[in-house]
């Protein structure tokens, strides 16, 4: 019987008390996602008021999968993850902007009301999406 070098190496693992994983590709053009905080994430979207600061859709009771974070300046351009710097907004929007500069993708009133919304402060929504999230309160709007 021929032992192939896979065979070998989850042999030797195994006799290592280790559980061998099959290798998986993954494609380095895959939407990873923006890596934040649930609470965070919950806060951003309750400052904004569940709305896509782009279209001014409501997305109260969208799926969950079409609310989304998008980033002001693009992460590609050094921005961050910072309250400053995240905006909520629907699927559509989102993947419609892509890394495009705010400036080529928003009008001008888009782009102030964005600034005047990423500008409020984000202490009182991540407080409530503390509580929210631990289950000792419901939002008072009903948002979630």
């Known amino acids: 019987m021929e032992t192939t070098t896979a ?3 989850a042999d030797t693992m195994a006799a290592n008390g280790k559980k061998h994983r099959a290798a ?3 494609s380095r053009n895959r939407y990873k996602g923006v890596c934040v905080r649930s609470d965070l994430r919950l806060a951003v979207y309750l400052r904004d008021r569940f709305t896509c600061l782009y279209c001014l859709a409501d997305l109260h009771g969208a799926d969950p999968r079409d609310i ?3 980033h002001v300046t ?3 351009d050094g921005g961050g993850n910072g309250p400053d710097n995240l905006i909520c907004a629907c699927r559509s929007c989102n993947c419609s902007r892509q890394d495009k500069p705010l400036s080529r993708f928003a009008g001008p009133e888009t782009r102030a009301h964005i600034k005047r919304n990423t500008r409020r402060s984000i ?3 991540r407080k409530l999406a503390k509580a929210i999230l ?3 309160t419901e939002d008072p709007r009903g948002n979630l």
């Open 7 to 9: 065979t070998r190496k």
């Open 134 to 136: 631990a289950g000792e």
């Open 123 to 125: 202490r009182r929504y």
């Open 68 to 70: 989304t974070l998008d």
């Open 74 to 76: 693009p992460a590609s």
């Open 24 to 26: 998986t590709h993954t």
